[in-house]
């Protein structure tokens, strides 16, 4: 289906307010076509900037974007240096653009791992764009879910410790405001690329009731119209939360 045609079927009142990407596949995208592995992380920038655009156009509010995993810290030495290079030089490039478009950047995740600066160039940006209200695109870098969840209960265990808070006071809302993502809502929708069918440490906590959207399409890959398709996925869904179908269906 052509672009226009599917954003047709998209319904413009219920656009999820946020949107998170697993961006798998830029390695498998390269070697397809005999590139060494990093030119489809240079590729798979092209498609962040464009989905980043799109997903602000159709009003979706936050875009976390899985950018690197704590995880990926073990793979080559010269790939990894290459990702935080590419890191660097793409938000440098991209800044004005966030900046015409209303942007805000924000991180979740161990930024002190990063290089230097990567960081301080990461930190110029989030600083720069910080009063951009069309959306956030929020990166996770040298980020998990279980790495946030220990960091979020060491928070809750220092409370105990101090006499603040009483164990059997704990409930989610403790935990909430303890990870790095305190100050988004959860995800409505999860999209994960190049077919893999795993969450691989993202956000462990806050998809408890996301939607998830699977495609095979490789992140270099994917287009403003894959996008589409997965919103026209999310709004073919019936969101349940534990009711029952009639439960949701019925207007009280
Ligand atoms: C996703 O693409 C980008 C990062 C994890 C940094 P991959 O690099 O994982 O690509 P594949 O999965 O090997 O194809
Ligand atoms: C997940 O992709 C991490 C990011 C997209 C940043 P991976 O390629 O690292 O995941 P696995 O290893 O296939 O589970
Ligand atoms: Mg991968």
Same mark, same amino acid.
């Given at each position: =289906?052509?672009? &226009? ?16 990407? %697993?961006?798998?596949? *830029?390695?498998?995208? /390269?070697? &397809?076509?005999?590139?060494?592995? %990093? ?27 899985? /950018? ?5 810290? *073990? ?5 990894? *240096?290459?990702? =935080? ?11 004005p653009r966030l900046m015409q478009n209303g942007i805000r950047m924000e991180t979740i995740g161990n930024m002190e791992q ?7 160039t990461l930190r110029e940006t989030v600083e720069a764009t910080k009063d951009n209200d069309r959306m956030t695109l929020i ?8 790495? $946030? ?24 809302? $403790?935990?909430? /405001? /303890?990870?790095?993502?305190? &100050? ?69």
């Amino acid at each position: =289906m052509a672009q &226009k045609e599917l954003l047709s079927h998209i319904d413009t009142q219920r656009i999820p307010k946020h949107v998170a990407i %697993i961006m798998d596949g *830029n390695g498998r995208w /390269a070697k &397809k076509q005999g590139f060494l592995r %990093i030119f489809g992380h240079r590729q798979g920038v092209d498609t962040v900037r464009n989905v980043v655009e799109t997903a602000a156009e159709l009003g979706v509010k936050y875009l976390t974007l899985y /950018a690197f995993s704590t995880e990926n810290w *073990n793979r080559p030495r010269t790939e990894v *240096n290459a990702l =935080m290079q590419l890191l660097v030089d793409s938000i440098k490039k991209e800044t004005p653009r966030l900046m015409q478009n209303g942007i805000r950047m924000e991180t979740i995740g161990n930024m002190e791992q990063l290089p230097a600066g990567c960081n301080q160039t990461l930190r110029e940006t989030v600083e720069a764009t910080k009063d951009n209200d069309r959306m956030t695109l929020i990166l996770a870098l040298s980020y998990s879910g279980r790495w $946030d969840i220990i960091e979020a209960v060491r928070k809750i265990a220092a409370r105990v410790q101090s006499g603040n808070l009483e164990p059997e006071n704990i409930g989610e809302e $403790d935990l909430n /405001a /303890a990870l790095n993502t305190a &100050k988004y809502p959860n995800p409505d929708l999860l999209i994960r690329t190049s077919g893999e069918q795993r969450i691989s440490n993202f956000l462990l906590w806050e998809i408890a009731y996301s939607e998830i959207h699977f495609t095979q399409v490789l992140w270099p890959d994917f287009s403003t119209e894959d996008f589409y398709k997965a919103i026209i996925d999310y709004q073919s869904r019936e969101r349940r939360f534990g009711k029952t179908g009639e439960q949701i269906r019925q207007v009280i």
